[in-house]
């Protein structure tokens, strides 16, 4: 794989599991670059109870129940919850686990104590809504600037928004939180629809995969997520937003990235807009396009090992 990291890069991943964030999580364990110190749960595709047994779920399938899983945020800081109808009422339609969710409720601590423990080394990678991690730097903004870098998937720069003309899923659900993360001065990176909208697999792709353990569960997967995407979004295709993200870190030579500022509205129609301007100094790195073809081979190489 050209561009490929070699090194282990040391991760929370921070996830409200929705079927694309369940292949997120199945690319970055199966590719065995990353050291997982948690998974940390948000409310977002779905209702925390949701997304942490998908969560358990997923890590069950890939025998991975080794990383610790933290439930956090039920809802937004300021808002009442808003969930995504593409997933279907149990975050994952067409599996619909019923495995207990084990919500421990303490996400926002762990982050913190494990960013403390491994200073300079934790890179967050953030799913969903951004309630747990704004949460964290409310908290504890000493500890929290300890972070190496926030990895986020969200936004829309020059596309139109899928829950508003200007508003991605992520950032509208939590607009105030993603306004505190935004201004953090940490290292960060936004993989957002400019991006995603260009990479869309079909069900052909998906039978490519040929660890019989991830795929049969990814067709039952794929085929709600497909149509409830074309009812929706009118788009017939499985959207990977997620596994995008994921996918950054694993060969980031497979983007096309542009640094800016980018500030995000939280009043009135415009709550949830990524606004990027070319005011100095850039406060984040905005990946613009990913090679779709490298991306598809990529996974489905990766899933099928």
Do not use: W
């Amino acid at each position: 794989m050209t561009g490929r990291k070699k090194k282990f890069e040391d991760v929370i991943i921070d996830t409200d599991p929705g079927h694309d964030d369940a292949m997120a999580l199945m690319l970055a364990l199966k590719s065995q670059i990353f050291k997982v110190h948690a998974i940390t749960t948000v409310a977002g595709n779905s209702g925390i109870e949701n997304t942490t047994r998908n969560v358990r779920f997923i890590l069950k399938l890939l025998e991975r129940e080794d990383i610790p899983v933290y439930s956090g945020a039920k809802k937004p800081l300021k808002r009442e919850l808003v969930t995504a109808v593409v997933h279907g009422k149990s975050g994952l339609e067409g599996i619909d686990p019923k495995n207990p969710a084990k919500l421990t409720n303490n996400a926002v601590s762990k982050i913190i104590s494990i960013v403390k423990e491994n200073p300079g080394k934790i890179t967050l990678i953030t799913l969903g809504p951004l309630t747990n991690i704004a949460k964290a730097i409310k908290q504890n903004p000493r500890v929290m600037r300890k972070l190496k870098a926030i990895v986020m998937m969200g936004g829309a720069i020059r596309v139109a928004g899928n829950m508003s003309r200007v508003a991605e899923f992520n950032i509208f659900v939590d607009p105030e939180a993603a306004d505190i993360v935004m201004g953090f001065p940490v290292k960060k990176a936004i993989i957002p629809l400019d991006a995603c909208n260009h990479v869309v697999m079909q069900p052909s792709d998906f039978a490519k995969i040929t660890n019989q353990s991830l795929a049969i569960p990814i067709k039952k997967m794929i085929k709600p997520y497909i149509a409830n995407t074309l009812k929706v979004e009118g788009i017939n295709g499985a959207l990977m937003y997620d596994p995008l993200t994921v996918y950054y870190l694993i060969n980031p030579k497979a983007s096309k990235t542009k640094e800016m500022n980018v500030v995000v509205k939280t009043k009135g129609e415009l709550a949830g807009m990524t606004a990027a301007s070319k005011k100095e100094p850039a406060n984040v790195t905005v990946v613009e396009r990913t090679s779709a073809k490298q991306f598809k081979e990529d996974f489905i190489n990766i899933l099928s090992l």
